[in-house]
């Protein structure tokens, strides 16, 4: 196990290596310059401009020199927020998107996993019904109409939890619930799908026919593999979850990481575009090595 | 029995619906609006303000945009500012004298101006900040504001270095500035931002980081205290300030809220006492509700169409571009669409730049059918008709009003002329790459606010040699009216210049001026002091927070008012 | 270990009608045959409706502004800021929706699946090369992406369909090779390839049947995410070019709207629950028809 951790350790290097060429060849060939304005600029001034982020250097060069700021863990100052650093920008943004988006996994697993559980255990009963009426709702309001709904619902017409903004963890409540309602649906319809699979499965039968107690069975035989999908889920939901939460964000004033990503995008802030994905690229990296352990710890026949 | 899932169906859609009609369908007349000012147990007032989007850097000679405009004007004052009608007050410059060619302003710095950690504002800090401002090496957006200024233009240019721009220390509480020519509207360009002072050591200290909070040192009413980038910009009295005295808000806090409706409900929960913008479809609700709290300030802003005079369909074709632009209804759009009390556009100036009386079209006063007729004729002498229909694309960036309008236009011009438009919405930064650098245009949104109070900052953008000349206007007559008006003083002929240059720029109408622009904002009823004005520019120094039932202080008006401009 | 055998073999034998029992199945869930026939009267509607209205998507009417929903007037669903009829442009909004968010989902499973089952049945060097480029896809910044081919290829909705194609399959992908991980070790696939199978035809006949279950749920949850995309893209403003528009794109504008024209939002909102919920039936009604262990 130990080795094939620091085996894909090993192998995430030429991974974001690759990441990385790409995007910054992406983001050069990009149109649109990020020292555009709302003014446009003399020839003087954009030269210097120009020169003082090495824009009028060749491209490789300016490669080399981003690689070589990269190694020594420096990603640049933003175009867009002139004065600041992309190292500052993420320390401030990712703890903010960290704590929402872990917080809205969290709730969706902790929903999702007992309701598909009960669905799949009461098949076609009252209560498979409910907990899938439940996740249909959670999948066909989108969080953009979610979203102001319980801002007039909760803040407007209630004063029960503030509008907007970041003051304590009541202004967490709103946007986690409006981020996680996707999620709950899809962790329950997984949960629920899976779980019926496992339950029809032959080696569940025969510990059954061996005379072992329902309880045992489901906790020890049924729940991890049937929570082996939702596992594998893990990986895409919560890099969806980080950078999904743009949406959320926006409506609730949260000063997360995804708006950054958003605005620096449409601003064409090179190193801020270039630092959060290289940033995304080694969080998602990194969860993907940890569900891919918990799937082998999980379901012992998987082999690496 | 499958059918039952029907049931699980239902349930769903019931859930849905009442989330849906619980939010929508809410008793109209119920408007919740709370009152609660924010202040502390020890009596400090907080004004907390929405402020559109986040600002990219808050050093005065770096930054654009409105919303960094606004936390600047707090944070630093310049030699002068704008009083409440448009007028210039002084601010740092206590008195100035102009010399009789009009070419050396004098300024006398008040002895008691202080930098927020207490070192007094010298004219050599000036003589600094300016040379800062139009050098290169600072990259201000805002630099060719300053042109007017001896060896500006070659500084800005790269062809002099920055120590020969024409502005000295005559000793230390006496600044001289020196113009090529005059220029009329020198003043109120010392109103702007990129004219205020900053702080000479932190600059060399720092750098680039002096406006950080811990590194920040500011002249103004106000000084930085903290800046969570898309969160909140707080700003706290600066207790070194000359006027202190008269500040009443102790702290104001800056919300970048791009959202305008996220940022209504915010205004209804409690959570603002000032909006940056209002949404245009809640107007109605909120004229009905809390029409007080609704302050529309008609200010220096054009709503235009742009239209390319370099190429096809538009060069040469003086009669089609006329054409378009009679065919639009202003009224309608004004009236229906956007409905927030904007003024139809049918000159250059807005209506809101005091002291100047714009040419007009004159098939303004038209009624719609004449005008329509009008227009159908000169689309068919232009040679277009409809076996013949003109196909255009228009392009207009992403979000805003563009959208809307690009639309309203299409339709108007299908219905009249039977013109076949193409609208065509590109992302911001590609938009002014298109607009801008390529010219790969037919017709355009576009749209201008004016940096400082004179018809100058209107007439300049259209001159054949500006940056922000987008349709490739060229004309000869324009241009030599326009430059002249430039240095004759306000008088008579200079109004003459700018007449001859707004005839020749409606008659050869490279773009179709749309309409005026009202900015909208609410205000609680306990924020005292607001007085609109058309730069919509407002100094929290000015305003007070005074809960329903609290005696009001008396609040005289700020000490400066009362010098009122020559 | 003979009866397994002889199960899978039993399997393939009876591919051929796999099919037709399946829809038998499905027949026998009324669930899932009531939103085939919603689904079809939609799709119908969408198709069919805008011909038949006296009205089109795109003209405004500045007499008829936020009009409520009405018989009498004609606008059966009201109409919008400028006075555009919402029935309209519900139906016409609805054609796009659906065609982005079926061809999406079905191009994303092609490659989805293929990818997946190969690269997880694979197993050791390929399966570390496959899953590493998806990786890297996913690290990409995809809003940039979506960006770059829009501004270099123009807007058209062959573009949107291709941009989140590319990056939906991606979550498939994952999916199917975790699943195929745990499939291939299941002692019948070992007879097949003892049997003389090739690994094409156990991915076809062993691997993807047993997939399908997880495919199809993993597909009802495919269609809403694309089409909620869409709206996140008309949302930045890189969607569907206006006039025309999407369900998305008018649910998003009527969120703005809710206030003095509730309409604007329900409507839509319920056109697309009703297509959601709708794909979520058939898919679960998919499933149970499909399942090989429901025998």
Request: with cysteine.
């Amino acid at each position: 196990m130990m080795a094939y951790i620091v085996k894909r350790l090993l192998g995430a290097i030429p991974t974001i290596f690759i990441l990385l060429t790409l995007t910054f060849a992406l983001v050069h060939l990009a149109p649109g310059s990020p020292l555009d304005g709302d003014r446009p600029m003399t020839p003087e001034v954009r030269a210097n401009l120009e020169a003082k982020y090495h824009m009028n250097e060749p491209l490789i060069q300016q490669y080399r020199r981003y690689l070589l700021n990269i190694a020594h863990l420096d990603f640049g100052t933003s175009f867009q927020y002139k004065n600041t650093s992309v190292n500052s920008l993420i320390a401030a943004g990712f703890p903010v998107s960290l704590t929402l988006g872990a917080a809205a996994l969290a709730l969706a697993l902790a929903l999702g996993i007992p309701l598909g559980m009960l669905a799949a255990v009461h098949q076609n009963h009252t209560a498979d019904y409910g907990a899938m009426g439940l996740s249909l709702a959670g999948i066909s309001v989108p969080n953009f109409v979610l979203g102001p709904l319980m801002v007039l619902v909760f803040a407007v017409y209630n004063d029960w939890l503030p509008a907007g903004g970041l003051d304590g963890w009541q202004s967490y409540v709103m946007p986690v619930l409006a981020l996680a309602a996707m999620y709950v649906a899809y962790v329950t319809r997984l949960m629920r799908a899976s779980t019926i699979e496992v339950l029809r499965s032959n080696y569940i039968r025969t510990a059954r026919a061996k005379g072992l107690s329902g309880f045992r069975v489901f906790f020890v035989h049924v729940l991890p593999a049937a929570l082996l999908p939702v596992v594998s889920f893990l990986g895409p939901a919560a890099a969806g979850i980080l950078t999904g939460s743009v949406v959320v964000e926006q409506i609730f004033g949260i000063p997360g990481l995804g708006r950054f990503f958003v605005t620096g995008a449409l601003n064409r802030d090179y190193t801020l575009v270039l630092g959060i994905t290289l940033f995304y690229g080694i969080i998602i990296i990194g969860f993907n090595l940890l569900v891919d352990v918990i799937y082998g710890w999980l379901d012992p026949r998987v082999t690496y | 029995m499958p059918e039952r899932r029907l049931v699980s169906w239902i349930a769903a859609s019931c859930v849905m619906l009442v989330v849906l009609v619980a939010g929508c369908s809410s008793d109209r007349s119920d408007f919740p609006n709370r009152i609660q000012p924010d202040i502390h147990a020890d009596g400090t007032k907080v004004l907390r303000k929405g402020n559109g989007s986040e600002p990219g850097t808050l050093d005065p000679h770096q930054a654009s945009g409105v919303p960094a405009a606004g936390i600047l004007q707090d944070l630093y004052e310049g030699l002068v500012i704008t009083g409440h009608k448009g007028g210039i007050l002084p601010a740092d410059a206590k008195t100035w004298e102009i010399s009789a060619d009009r070419k050396t302003y004098t300024f006398h710095l008040r002895d008691n101006a202080r930098w927020s950690n207490g070192a007094p504002v010298t004219a050599g800090d000036y003589v600094f900040s300016f040379r800062r401002m139009v050098d290169p090496k600072t990259a201000s957006p805002y630099a060719d504001i300053h042109a007017p200024i001896v060896n500006a233009t070659a500084i800005i240019n790269g062809d002099k270095t920055p120590a020969t721009l024409g502005v000295k220390a005559l000793d230390k509480h006496t600044l001289q500035i020196r113009l090529d020519k005059p220029t009329p509207f020198f003043l109120q360009t010392l109103a702007h931002v990129s004219s205020d002072p900053v702080y000479p050591p932190a600059v060399k200290k720092w750098g680039d980081a002096f406006t950080q909070p811990a590194h920040s040192v500011s002249n103004g009413a106000y000084q930085l205290k903290q800046w969570r980038v898309n969160d909140k910009i707080v700003l706290v009295r600066n207790r070194q300030y000359w006027d202190n005295a008269h500040t009443r808000i102790d702290q104001v806090e800056y919300y970048p809220i791009d959202n305008s409706k996220s940022e209504l409900s915010r205004y209804q929960a409690g959570g603002l006492d000032w909006t940056y913008s209002v949404p245009a479809a809640d107007l109605d609700a909120i004229k009905a509700n809390i029409p007080k709290q609704l302050h529309t300030v008609p200010t220096l802003g054009i709503a235009y169409f742009g239209m390319n005079v370099t190429r096809a369909p538009f060069k040469d074709n003086r009669k089609l571009r006329l054409a378009l632009s009679m065919a639009l209804n202003r009224q309608v759009i004004v009236d229906k669409i956007l409905r927030g009390g904007q003024i139809p556009a049918y000159s250059w100036i807005p209506t809101a730049v005091q002291g100047y009386d714009s040419v007009r079209y004159q098939w303004a006063d038209w009624s719609d059918k004449r005008r329509d007729a009008m227009a159908r004729k000169l689309y068919q002498e232009a040679g277009y008709s409809d076996q013949h229909p003109l196909k255009a694309e228009f392009l207009y960036p992403t979000g805003g009003i563009g959208k809307t309008l690009s639309l309203v236009a299409a339709a108007m011009w299908r219905k009249v002329l039977g013109v076949e438009i193409t609208p065509r919405n590109e992302e911001w930064k590609v938009f002014l790459q298109t607009t801008r650098n390529q010219f790969d245009t037919q017709i355009f949104w576009g749209g201008w606010i004016g940096d400082y109070e004179d018809p100058n900052t209107f007439f300049s953008i259209l001159n054949s040699h500006a940056a922000l000349n987008y349709t490739g206007y060229h004309s000869a007559v324009y241009d030599k009216a326009q430059a002249a008006s430039e240095h004759v003083p306000n008088g008579p002929q200079r109004t003459a210049l700018m007449h001859t240059a707004e005839a020749a720029l409606l008659h050869d109408a490279p773009l179709m001026p749309i309409f005026f622009w009202t900015n909208h904002h609410l205000i609680k009823p306990y924020v005292k002091g607001f007085v609109p004005n058309p730069l919509d520019n407002y100094y929290s120094k000015d305003l007070d927070i005074v809960p329903a039932g609290t005696a009001s202080q008396t609040s005289p008006p700020p000490a400066n008012d009362k010098q009122e401009n020559h | 270990m003979i009866s397994r055998k002889r199960d899978s073999l039993e399997n393939a034998a009876r591919g051929n009608s796999l099919g037709r029992d399946a829809w038998r199945r499905l027949k026998a869930n009324r669930a899932a045959m009531a939103s085939l026939v919603l689904l079809g009267l939609i799709t119908l509607a969408v198709v069919v409706g805008p011909w038949l209205s006296p009205f089109n998507y795109y003209s405004q009417d500045y007499d008829a502004i936020w009009t409520a929903p009405s018989w009498a007037s004609g606008h059966f669903f009201g109409t919008d800021a400028v006075g555009r009829d919402l029935f309209v442009r519900t139906l016409n909004g609805g054609r796009i929706s659906l065609m982005v968010g079926i061809v999406t989902t079905f191009v994303s499973l092609i490659i989805g699946v293929t990818y997946g089952a190969t690269s997880g049945y694979l197993g050791g060097r390929t399966d570390n090369l496959m899953m590493r480029i998806v990786d890297i896809l996913y690290s990409l910044p995809f809003m940039f992406f979506v960006i770059l081919l829009v501004v270099f290829f123009g807007r058209n909705l062959l573009l949107l369909f291709a941009a989140i194609g590319a990056v939906s399959w991606l979550d498939m992908a994952r999916i199917v090779r975790g699943q195929t991980l745990s499939i291939k070790q299941q002692p019948y696939i070992e007879a097949a390839r003892m049997a003389g199978a090739g690994t094409p035809g156990i991915i076809a006949r062993h691997i993807v049947p047993n997939l399908l279950g997880l495919v199809v749920v993993y597909v009802t949850l495919t269609i809403p995410q694309v089409i909620l995309f869409e709206s996140f893209l008309s949302y930045l403003g890189l969607g569907v070019q206006p006039p025309a528009t999407s369900w998305g794109a008018l649910i998003n504008d009527g969120t703005s709207e809710m206030s003095v024209a509730p309409w604007l939002l329900i409507i839509p909102s319920i056109f697309l629950a009703v297509t959601l919920f709708c794909f979520n039936f058939i898919g679960d009604g998919l499933r149970d028809a499909l399942d090989p262990k429901d025998r």
